[in-house]
């Protein structure tokens, strides 16, 4: 059912928020990012294979240890936006967004009248009727965020139309995108790449929006903490689960890393 929107209010307060992308399609990842801490989980079904009742679960799963889910849809796709909506996201992460039709477009399919046109429906977001529709909607239109996901060169170079017009209630920068986007692929240090972030980041200053930096770094979360950032994303949880595997075999074998063979085919050991 919906609830109240612990990451807007925070955002409104100038309180923190942390969350982090989960792109594995199971719901015991997003119980894990819950129980140790973050505020926030981004869940991906853009890049990932996730089956409308995949989804309704994980959602669950987020609301289950008071976690806000927000999903990150496939570009261009407003149906995607209604079923995420429906099955409990309270919130929308708009890829590729290069300009202001892109906005108006998720929009209209995130919003009821009279701020958009999302499709009127049921199920599990009013508690099976438990809230009166009116009220549904203006709850959700109050609740619901719109976040912008600038990942292209375009994006970057129509950032001041595209928040001419409110709507936005958070912008995230793609930084492995926008690499692509500027011809250096996966060099997410470029000086070209930085510059469009920091462009990124003035814009939403100057008209008001919540910008949310990607912070994988002590350093780079103080970088941006240090100029009122108040909204974090700390990487992807296979990253990090993949990380801590490395590490914890790296201390049990006393090995660096890379320093170990590669292992010979796996036989059957029976102790």
Known sequence: MLRPNAVKHALTASREVYGLYCSTPD??????????????????????????????????????????????????????????????????????????????????????????????????????????????????????????????????????????????????????????????PWQTRHPLVTAAVERIHRSCVEHRVPFAAMARTPENHARWRSEGVTAFVLGEERDLAAQALRRHLDVVTGSGPGERATPPPAMVSIP
């Open 27 to 184: 719901p015991v990842p997003v119980e894990m990012i819950g129980c140790t801490g973050y505020d926030f989980v981004i869940l991906d079904t853009e890049h990932t294979l996730v089956d409308p009742q995949q989804l309704e679960t994980l959602i669950r799963a987020a609301e289950a240890v008071e976690l806000t889910p927000f999903v990150r849809v496939p570009e261009a796709d407003p149906g995607a936006v209604l079923r995420a909506l429906d099955a409990g996201a309270m919130g929308i992460v708009v890829p590729h967004v290069r300009n202001r039709h892109s906005v108006d477009e998720a929009i209209r399919a995130a919003r009821y009248h009279p701020e958009g046109m999302r499709s009127l429906g049921g199920g599990r977001v009013t508690g099976f009727g438990r809230i009166d529709p009116a009220e549904f909607i203006r709850r959700a239109n109050a609740e619901i965020m719109v976040i912008a996901l600038i990942e292209d060169a375009e994006g970057v170079e129509a950032i001041d139309e595209i928040l001419t017009g409110g709507g936005i209630d958070l912008v995230l920068p793609g930084p492995g995108d926008l690499s692509q986007s500027y011809g250096v």
